[in-house]
């Protein structure tokens, strides 16, 4: 009776060591992460309190399924100046989504009352501005 409780473990081991081995056919790996223009801002409020949470959407066009949205660069330009840039990924797979557009957000909670201007880069030299009153 050990004997088959033993062969039944090992077999049981070895079974998961195969499963867990197997490639996943559906990985995709980053190549590369560039910038992406964003195309539109969507501010729902100008005014809000401070130490309260304003979702920020931004849009972006992407030329392939190979493509997508990855991270913002979120910078401090003095006490009120927020320079915002998006990222894309791109991978190694097959695409077979044609380009498309991608709605983001990122969440402002200001700590500090005052105007706060963002820019969101547009391409080249390029910004959207955007004002939001913190009171």
Known sequence: MKSFLNIGLCL?????????CKD????????SVDKVKIDSVSIVNDTMDVYSVQSIRTYSKYTSGCQGFYGYDYIHNGNFGRDVTAYQFKTNGIC???A???????NFSPQQ???????????DNTWITKTIVVK
Request: proline share 0%; glycine share 6%.
């Open 12 to 20: 049981a081991f070895a079974t998961i060591s195969l499963i867990s």
């Open 24 to 31: 996943d056919d559906d990985y995709q790996t980053i190549e």
């Open 96 to 98: 077979t989504q044609a």
């Open 113 to 123: 009352v005052g105007t706060y201007t963002f820019r969101f880069w547009t391409g």
């Open 100 to 106: 498309h557009q991608s709605a983001n957000q990122l």
